[in-house]
Structures are given as C-alpha cells and as structure tokens.
C-alpha cells in the first residue's frame, strides 16, 4: 500500500466554500500542436496561422478540450488529494479561448463532500476556473472525484 505524505488531503479535510489555487503554466503552440496529434483534431483554427488570422479571435487558439485537460493535471497540485477516480464532469463552459503564450492557472472550490462506504471515501463536487494571466476565467465548470478517507481500522469487509 502507498504511504500517503503529509500535505496529501483526504475528504475530511475538505469543507464546502475551501478553496485553493494551482501553480500556473504557460500554454505553448507545442503543446496544441502535440495535443492535435493526440486528438487527430487538426482544426485549421488551432493550428494554421494564415486561415486563423481570419478567424473570430485573429490567431489561432488552442482547442477547448486542452484548456480541460491542462486544467485537470493544476488541479491535482491543489488542492493535494487522495483522490481515488475521477467520476464525471457535471458541466463545462469555454467562455474565452486561449491564446499561445498565455499563463493559465485553476481555483479550486469545494461544493459538497458526500461520505461514502462507511467513511473510507467520499464523492467530492469541485468548482473549477481555469483562469489567464490578465485575470480573466476563460473556462469553468463542476466536477466530481472520488476522495479517499483516513484509513479506518479494522472495518469489516463491505457485503
């Protein structure tokens, strides 16, 4: 079994309305070019910068579904959960795109923590915002994972 450190948070250390901020990270026109062979999503508006020229925003972008997953690996570092599954996205909104070059970074809220299997984990409702450097929320949505909680000693096997 994988010893837990000491900043790794379980569900009961987490209470509606806490809220945590990620490291930032720059988004590079590598990693939209990596993420379009990844996705097989060659959109000229991610990733040909004559036709995104004319395009709504004047430059290409990256694709929405980067900001989610670039958005998924901040929010691991914070909060630190021991998080056990990843369960649904409940809802997701792009409200701005994200340009090359810029500095994005997640706040975190927790809304719910509901206990579960006689307090060994916990389904955790997240509200996250992706954010840019200006400030601006450029996506956000809810989320769902399942936390682990403090170990529980000698607990009879679930049936």
Request: cysteine-free; hydrophobic content about 40%; glycine content about 8%.
């Amino acid at each position: 079994m994988a010893k837990r450190t000491v900043s790794t948070l379980t569900f009961e250390d987490l209470n509606p309305g806490d809220e945590w901020e990620s490291p930032a990270r720059t988004v590079t026109e590598a990693d939209v070019v990596a993420f379009a062979g990844l996705s097989g999503d060659y959109n000229p508006i991610h990733v040909d910068h004559h036709s995104a020229a004319d395009n709504a925003f004047g430059q290409p972008v990256a694709h929405g579904l980067l900001g989610v997953a670039i958005a998924s690996g901040l929010a691991s570092y914070a909060p630190r959960v021991d998080t056990m599954a990843f369960v649904a996205i409940e809802e997701w909104r792009f409200l701005q795109p994200i340009a090359f070059g810029d500095t994005i970074r997640v706040v975190t809220e927790v809304v719910s923590v509901q206990p579960r299997a006689r307090g060994r984990r916990a389904l955790v409702t997240w509200r996250r915002r992706l954010v840019n450097h200006r400030g601006v929320v450029v996506q956000e949505g809810t989320t769902r994972t399942l936390v682990r909680g403090r170990a529980a000693p000698d607990l009879p096997p679930e049936g």
